[in-house]
DNA sequence: CATAATGATACTATAATTGTATCATTTGTC
DNA sequence: GACAAATGATACAATTATAGTATCATTATG
């Protein structure tokens, strides 16, 4: 039961560095270099971040990435939507030769339930907040 | 972000069956046959689900197997504890140099009451609420 | 004693995740 | 202007987790 994935990890991380130096552009061999990661790897996280407008670009030689958004206004569910698709957790599984209930599968609506939930608390959780002490 | 695996899907069908013709023994066959499920990797389940008493078995020709438990007794979280581990969502994935919150780390904080959360509601749910209608 | 079931377990296939490589383009610096 | 160092785009490869198969031994029923 996994939540978040590497690549959501990954990013966060990353956009907590970047959050931490306010401003300056970096680039993703320092990204990488300061966060032990696999740099080309880090480097596709960043460029989805960029094309989901997170992060804002810089091409050329002293090039490379800010936040396109106040760390305030960047989610933890933003980014799970970014790499891990719409957060869904599980379709009802039972089918109606097993389970009687047709329309209100007493599953199904758990599940919804704790979706909602599950979303609401990570909905909470900014980049802001992470960095906070 | 896929909160049940098919092995818990699967085992929870056939608990539903199974408890569904009580006390009569139910070869994996027959149950393959009325779930449309691949029959020896459902088999492979079942034998699962004896081990872990939550099902008995009866080997030899007209073998198969019965509940161990009552069905109000088979709860959802035990099944996915058998197929899936610990339920913990996962670990604080933040690093120090990134994270400044040595041991408080409001995400960790956040998915400890999540993983709480989800457990509880799943804990509700048994074979038996399953098969009311 | 043959048949049909489970027990145990090794093996294979598929899909998702994780990570790499490469070529083109842009931009600052000498 | 040429070079170096960055990103953009994208195809490819490796790894891991999940899903499913096969097989041989054992047990019980008829």
């Given at each position: 039961m996994k939540l978040?994935?590497?690549d959501t990890d990954?990013?966060?991380?990353?956009?907590?560095?970047?959050?931490?130096?306010?401003?300056c552009i970096v680039s993703v061999k320092k990204l990488a270099l300061?966060?032990?990661?696999?740099?080309?790897?880090?480097?596709?996280i960043l460029q989805q971040l960029n094309k989901k407008k997170i992060l804002e670009s810089f091409k050329g030689q002293s090039?490379?990435?800010i936040l396109a958004k106040e760390p305030a206004?960047?989610?933890?569910?933003d980014i799970?939507?970014?790499?891990?698709?719409?957060?869904?957790?599980?379709?009802?599984?039972l089918k109606k030769i097993v389970c009687p209930h047709t329309g209100s599968c007493p599953l199904r609506k758990k599940i919804v339930k704790i979706?909602?939930?599950?979303?609401?608390?990570?909905?909470?959780?900014s980049i802001a907040l992470l960095l906070r002490s």
């Open positions: 978040i994935t590497r990954y990013a966060v991380r990353a956009l907590c560095l970047i959050a931490q130096r306010k401003g300061a966060l032990q990661l696999p740099r080309p790897f880090l480097r596709k090039g490379g990435f206004k960047i989610f933890l569910t799970m939507r970014i790499f891990q698709g719409k957060p869904s957790l599980n379709e009802c599984f979706e909602d939930y599950v979303l609401r608390e990570l909905g909470t959780v």
